[in-house]
């Protein structure tokens, strides 16, 4: 545990002085060494981060086997407001227990309750509804969009960055790769399934928006922006749940519970610590690269756990999305380059 939160906290970089202390040790900053550095789309990525990334890609790949198990024990809006609220809850007793101080003003908390629409409340939901009527695993490969969607947002985002001939090439692969997944239906015409993975492309969509917007709040600590996200999240979502559903009504089982826990824990509130530590040192599309390891580990609890089928297309369109998001990266690009 020791190392790994060491690894977590290394490589500070210039400009976050507010959370060089967030999940564990410090370490000085002449620790930093050159060859643990790698620039990628104008920001500084080190190994920890990269490690982030890889732990990130974990989290929210298992969160759409979580949400597989929970929709049999909660409906959607339900599903969503107990996720975000016992995240939230959480990570104010973390801030709590590390004294760590959640005042902000009016204005940045306005600013963070467009986040929590864009970050949690749309996506959350969309995805929610998408899973109904399509599988966990094509659920994380349609969220691998995402990237692409940033890379093209990012292009006439006040200080994003200009589509290269490379990204503009792997967003059109990645696109193709996307409607590979989408399958038949979307050649033959509107279907339940189609409908499905229409939802959790919309979800991919609005979480590139949401990554590129929340990119302004980078000073803040991790903690304080997940909080603060999470609890208004609850708070949008908390009426409209009693509404139009019955929370807990009938009772859970064990299995939605323990998958609820799991969920709002681990794919939630320590999720969305790496994510915005990830998103000040990495930049938006470098932290949504986690849709790059999610699909794999969104298929294969699908397939070990609840006995869903792994079809030709599925692998096809991940190989596709694959080399798309190779040349959005660039580096192999550049080092093709490099050794013409």
């Not at 349609?142 to 001939?165: D, K, N, R, S």
């Not at 989408?182 to 991919?204: E, K, R, T, Y």
């Not at 139009?244 to 681990?266: C, I, Q």
Request: with cysteine; hydrophobic share 60%.
């Amino acid at each position: 545990m020791r190392l790994f939160r060491d690894t977590c906290n290394s490589f500070p970089f210039a400009g976050f002085a507010p959370y060089t202390q967030e999940l564990g040790g410090v370490l000085p900053a002449r620790s930093v060494g050159v060859a643990n550095i790698i620039f990628l789309g104008g920001f500084q990525v080190s190994l920890a981060d990269w490690f982030r990334i890889l732990l990130l890609s974990l989290l929210w790949g298992c969160s759409f086997f979580f949400v597989e198990i929970t929709l049999e024990s909660f409906g959607i809006l339900t599903l969503v407001m107990l996720r975000v609220g016992i995240a939230a809850a959480f990570l104010m007793l973390y801030c709590m227990a590390r004294g760590i101080p959640l005042a902000l003003s009016p204005r940045v908390l306005g600013g963070l309750a467009i986040v929590a629409l864009l970050q949690n409340v749309l996506p959350f939901s969309l995805i929610a509804a998408g899973q109904i009527q399509i599988t966990s695993g094509l659920t994380a490969i349609l969220i691998a969009a995402t990237p692409l969607f940033t890379v093209l947002l990012g292009h006439v985002w006040p200080g994003g960055e200009p589509i290269t001939p490379a990204k503009l090439g792997g967003v059109l692969i990645g696109m193709v790769g996307v409607a590979v997944l989408m399958g038949s239906d979307a050649i033959a015409g509107i279907s339940g399934s189609l409908l499905g993975q229409l939802s959790v492309l919309a979800a991919a969509f609005i979480y590139a928006v949401s990554g590129l917007y929340a990119r302004r709040f980078r000073d803040l600590r991790p903690s304080v922006i997940s909080t603060w996200m999470l609890l208004l999240a609850a708070l949008i979502l908390a009426p409209f749940a009693f509404v139009f559903e019955t929370p807990l009504s009938p009772l859970p089982d064990l299995s939605g519970v323990a998958a609820m826990v799991g969920l709002a824990l681990l794919s939630t509130a320590f999720a969305f610590l790496l994510y915005f530590r990830v998103l000040a040192s990495a930049g938006a599309t470098n932290a949504l690269l986690v849709t790059f390891v999610q699909p794999p580990v969104a298929i294969l609890l699908g397939v070990l756990f609840l006995h869903e089928a792994f079809l030709p297309h599925h692998l096809m369109g991940m190989a596709l999305i694959f080399v798309g998001l190779t040349l959005v990266d660039g580096r192999v690009v550049r080092l093709v380059t490099r050794r013409a």
